[in-house]
């Protein structure tokens, strides 16, 4: 530019205009000097201000932005299955402070505790003076305090957002549900199924974003579930009880309806959810089941075709193999029908059965209901039932009434089921399912005809045996007691019981199965019993009774009310 | 000198040059609306997941069932009985009284059972007193 300028003057020069050369010659030297000191000034002072850019380019700024957000993975909603939720993520944000940028602690303070009232004046005060890079100040804001303390403004504290896993129904569902940990990951349950299912690796590869996870939809209805939930937790306490639990199952699905076993935990704060005695004894537990085991051994013996209604097991005398003998608990001491054998619940009748079939036949009939084989179901805690290794024949008659073999509730509940259904043996399932689906892949077990007498047998003993304590007026209800002696370090305990009791409803056309059981009950008071019909048997029917309304079961009264049956007819 | 020309087209330049500024300007501001929108939507959205969680929090059955004890004695609820629940076919036939006899509608309602409702004649046999 100064040499164009320079050119310039020269042209003028040129060009023959008069010019007075004599002033501009006066000066010019020192004119250009002053030129070349202005731009060494110049020069030197963007010089400086570039030199000084380049240096803090390089410099790393200070990285005072407190740690990472922990990337918590979205996990799906878990609803029962009328949609009402079970496990929901929320979002909650955590505040914390930079001290070293707060300017004035005792302000910033005073305005937070406008938002915080509860927050702690003088911890907060020593925290903001610290002089720490990073400090947290409150965990898990509401979004409405967080909105707040934004409007704020104050300098040096800013949030971070975290992911929390929320049970609403918190120990209602809390062992079907289940747990995950701090990561977000499933740990128990049905929330480990899930994780199964892809979701880790959709995690991982971080795909799975919150609005494309569909929630999980279970067959849970959470109104039937809170029946069964207090019911057994009232049962609990007043049998004293080591443990107790229940099952709701819709026989024509396979569906698992309600299922709870107290004591249980708190999923929002499952500090002691590893505590030995939770644990889910429907599915996880292993017991023997004792006379429930019955309506098993009486099926079979139908089934066989060697016995029929009319048969008759001799029943007068006990059963002696070795130096074992097998006695009766409410001994008739007489000749008993197949039905006799049911109604007083006869361990020698049973035995007699079971002899009948043989000892080959009894297991294969027992492995056939999926009895002494792992469940196969959605829920990961899942016990496997032991049995003798070699099956001899006192083994064959002790497992007849339900002593021998362990199994867990759960998979007795379903092997019942099956009796009662039309014989069709079904993995049950915690999700939803229609009958077409779990016809689909249903076994058919035992024959049409067993069924009838199963159906039979259950009504008959709720109408005069020892499932009178289940019954609920205008719900059909059929059912089977069983006690058994509780095995406590190898050894059967003479004063604890295991006690069960399954239910049928309504048994013309059942449509769900009630499985409850209750482990070390004691009488609920003095002088009265402790057998599974004051205690199973009662829960059972105080859950029928709740919740058969809720489960669509129409009450019907003409069974028992004669009269309005005839002027009907 | 300037020509016209270069008025002109200085002119066009600045207005450009105006143009351009206000368009970025413009459109500076839309997209900070439109973050701000965003941040509301998050927010909201947010919300809703928090107020879904309080609302199966406030519904629980536990939590009716012991509101429901806590206010028994001035609601007066008490659980349905199976007895309570009735289908429209349980329901007794009305009773006859004196003019229905005199009029000769006894029975009457098995008459129409194979025939469309008519009027307000239940087409429905709910059983018959007189026969």
């Known amino acids: 530019m100064i040499g164009k300028l320079l050119k310039r003057r020269a042209k003028t020069g040129e060009a023959g205009s008069i010019v007075v050369e004599g002033a501009r010659k006066a000066t010019g030297g020192k004119g250009r000097t002053r030129i070349v000191m202005t731009m060494a000034v110049f020069f030197g002072i963007f010089a400086t201000i570039s030199g000084r850019l380049v240096y803090l380019g390089f410099q790393t700024p200070d990285m005072s932005g407190g740690p990472q957000s922990r990337v918590t993975a979205s996990r799906p909603d878990i609803v029962d299955r009328n949609g009402e939720v079970l496990a929901t993520d929320i979002k909650t944000a955590s505040l914390f402070a930079e001290p070293r940028r707060i300017v004035d602690a005792d302000e910033a303070i005073e305005?937070?505790?406008?938002?915080?009232?509860?927050?702690?004046?003088?911890?907060?005060?020593?925290?903001l003076k610290s002089g720490a890079g990073f400090v947290w100040l409150q965990r898990q804001l509401t979004p409405k305090q967080q909105s707040d303390i934004m409007q704020l403004g104050i300098p040096g504290f800013g949030f971070r957002t975290e992911k929390r896993r929320f049970y609403p129904s918190g120990e209602t569902s809390s062992y079907i549900v289940g747990l995950t940990n701090i990561d977000n990951q499933g740990i128990s349950g049905m929330e480990k199924y899930v994780d199964e299912q892809g979701l880790?690796?959709?995690?991982?590869?971080?795909?799975?974003?919150?609005?494309?996870?569909?929630?999980?939809?279970?067959?849970?209805?959470?109104?039937?579930?809170?029946?069964?939930?207090?019911?057994?937790?009232?049962?609990?306490?007043?049998?004293?009880?080591?443990?107790?639990?229940?099952?709701?199952?819709?026989?024509?699905?396979?569906?698992?309806?309600?299922?709870?076993?107290?004591?249980?935990?708190?999923?929002?704060n499952p500090y002691n959810a590893q505590d030995k005695d939770r644990l889910n004894r429907m599915s996880a537990g292993l017991y023997e089941m004792g006379s429930t085991f019955k309506s098993f051994t009486?099926?079979?013996?139908?089934?066989?075709?060697?016995?029929?209604?009319?048969?008759?097991?001799?029943?007068?005398?006990?059963?002696?193999?070795?130096?074992?003998?097998?006695?009766?608990?409410?001994?008739?001491?007489?000749?008993?029908?197949?039905?006799?054998?049911?109604?007083?619940?006869?361990?020698?009748?049973?035995?007699?059965?079971?002899?009948?079939?043989?000892?080959?036949?009894?297991?294969?009939?027992?492995?056939?209901?999926?009895?002494?084989?792992?469940?196969?179901?959605?829920?990961?805690?899942?016990?496997?039932?032991?049995?003798?290794?070699?099956?001899?024949?006192?083994?064959?008659?002790?497992?007849?009434?339900?002593?021998?073999?362990?199994?867990?509730?759960?998979?007795?509940?379903?092997?019942?089921?099956?009796?009662?259904?039309?014989?069709?043996?079904?993995?049950?399932?915690?999700?939803?399912?229609?009958?077409?689906?779990?016809?689909?892949?249903?076994?058919?077990?035992?024959?049409?005809?067993?069924?009838?007498?199963?159906?039979?047998?259950?009504?008959?003993?709720?109408?005069?045996?020892?499932a009178r304590n289940a019954r609920v007026p205008g719900y059909r209800v059929g059912g089977k007691t069983g006690t058994a002696e509780k095995v406590i370090n190898g050894r059967y305990s003479k004063e604890l019981n295991f006690n069960t009791f399954v239910a049928a409803f309504p048994m013309d056309d059942p449509q769900y199965l009630v499985f409850t059981i209750a482990d070390a009950p004691h009488p609920e008071k003095p002088g009265m019993t402790d057998v599974a019909a004051a205690n199973a048997g009662v829960m059972a029917g105080n859950i029928i009774r709740r919740s058969a309304a809720m489960l669509g079961v129409k009450p019907d009264f003409s069974h028992e009310n004669g009269a309005t049956l005839v002027s009907y007819q | 000198m300037f020509r016209t020309s270069d008025i002109v087209l200085i002119a066009v330049m600045v207005s450009a040059a105006a143009l351009t500024y206000k368009t970025k300007r413009e459109a500076e501001e839309q997209l900070a609306a439109v973050q701000k929108i965003h941040a509301q939507i998050r927010y909201e959205e947010d919300t809703i997941d928090l107020l879904k969680a309080d609302w199966s929090l406030l519904t629980q059955p536990s939590r009716l069932q012991k509101l429901a004890e806590l206010y028994k004695s001035q609601l007066e609820l008490q659980p349905v009985s199976a007895r309570q629940i009735v289908g429209i076919g349980d329901l007794p036939a009305k009773a006859l009284d004196i003019e229905d006899i005199l009029k000769g509608r006894q029975g009457g309602m098995a008459d129409n059972s194979d025939k469309a409702p008519s009027g307000d004649r239940d087409p429905v046999v709910t059983g018959g007193i007189a026969q």
């Open chain 1, 111 to 127: 305005k937070l505790s406008t938002v915080l009232p509860e927050i702690d004046y003088e911890q907060t005060y020593h925290k």
């Open chain 1, 200 to 268: 880790s690796d959709l995690q991982a590869s971080g795909l799975a974003v919150a609005k494309d996870l569909k929630p999980v939809k279970l067959s849970i209805d959470l109104r039937v579930q809170h029946v069964v939930r207090d019911e057994i937790a009232a049962g609990l306490e007043r049998y004293r009880a080591m443990g107790a639990g229940a099952v709701v199952l819709n026989v024509k699905t396979g569906e698992v309806v309600a299922m709870a076993s107290v004591p249980d935990f708190d999923p929002n």
């Open chain 1, 298 to 466: 009486s099926a079979m013996a139908l089934d066989s075709g060697k016995a029929t209604m009319a048969s008759r097991f001799d029943a007068s005398h006990p059963i002696r193999v070795g130096h074992q003998a097998i006695h009766d608990f409410h001994g008739k001491n007489r000749v008993l029908s197949l039905p006799e054998v049911f109604l007083y619940s006869s361990n020698i009748g049973s035995a007699r059965e079971a002899e009948l079939v043989g000892i080959e036949g009894h297991r294969e009939f027992l492995h056939r209901l999926g009895l002494l084989d792992r469940m196969q179901t959605e829920l990961p805690e899942v016990a496997r039932p032991t049995e003798p290794k070699v099956w001899k024949q006192v083994n064959s008659f002790t497992i007849a009434f339900g002593h021998g073999v362990s199994t867990t509730p759960l998979q007795a509940a379903v092997g019942c089921a099956a009796l009662m259904n039309g014989g069709f043996l079904m993995n049950p399932t915690f999700l939803i399912r229609t009958q077409a689906e779990a016809m689909a892949m249903a076994r058919k077990v035992v024959a049409d005809k067993t069924v009838e007498g199963m159906r039979y047998l259950y009504t008959l003993n709720a109408e005069k045996g020892s």
